[in-house]
């Protein structure tokens, strides 16, 4: 199918631009929510013409309450890690969001009763042995510490969001329908935030606006949407792998564009993290591996 020789270019291209994201964000000069909200709501208004064409239905009952919540632990999730990104670089920030498969695991096994395999244990322990060394990084300033705690928030938050909406997914409701629905959560939920902490939504320059679409173009759409929907055509490993590529891409172009050259224990506990985090996908696509 043209859908499948598509799916693999489309993920790498995927990993292109949530690696761009927080750049973009450091270059759009609005506060941390704001763009937050922004995000979700213009991802919102770019793929309702198409759900609208398809003539697709929106999810109803059980599965529109669990797209909601799902779209709120979304909300969350961008809300933390934005704003973290006010605090510290964006090494330190990208690579402790990309814990979120530790967190999954986590969650899944305490709330879930999912099993863990001794090496998706052992990636989990030494991919938070990383983190620890991240979060006393202070060469970014005094307050980098307080930024890592959001991104290890923002991750924890993403983590629901994935164990929230993976049944519905692989339960076969189209990508169009099940994103419109959850960033439209995520912007409903992240409004009365914003609203409450005086950040404007509007009055900005048109550079930072240029920055606002490109955010929701590139990180959004063309990042997590399409993540979504090659899950169909492409390994589930595959797609979650791209997490490994995230952080090294985020980290070369804020060198190359912003300047910003990472502090030696973030690029230390980085690549602990990104070990750990490897032994953890490796482990649990063994476990995910049918009997015999």
Known sequence: MVRDKVALPAV?????????AAVFIRLADAPALAIAFW????????????????????????DLRVCIASGVALGAHFGF??????????AA????VSTQPVFVALLAYLFLGERTSRTTLAGIVIALAGTAVIAGD?????????GNLLALLGAVAVAVYVLIGRALRTGGMGILPYAVVVYAAAALSLLPVVLLSG?????????????????????????????????RYVEASIVSGTILAEPIGSTLLAWLILGEVPGLRTLAGGTVVLAGLAVLLSGRRVSAKPPG
């Open 138 to 146: 202070t060469s970014f300033g005094e307050a980098a510490p307080f």
């Open 93 to 96: 920030s990208v690579v402790l």
């Open 39 to 62: 995000r979700n709501a213009l991802g919102v208004a770019i793929l309702l013409p198409f759900l609208l064409y398809r003539r697709e239905r929106l999810p109803r009952g059980r």
């Open 81 to 90: 890690w934005i704003s973290s990104l006010d605090y510290t670089s964006v």
């Open 199 to 231: 950040a404007p939504l509007w009055g900005y320059s048109g550079e930072t606006w240029f920055w606002i679409w490109a955010i929701a173009f590139g990180p959004q759409i063309l990042g997590h949407t399409v993540f979504n929907w090659a899950l």
């Open 12 to 20: 790498g291209a995927g990993v292109l631009a949530v690696s761009a």
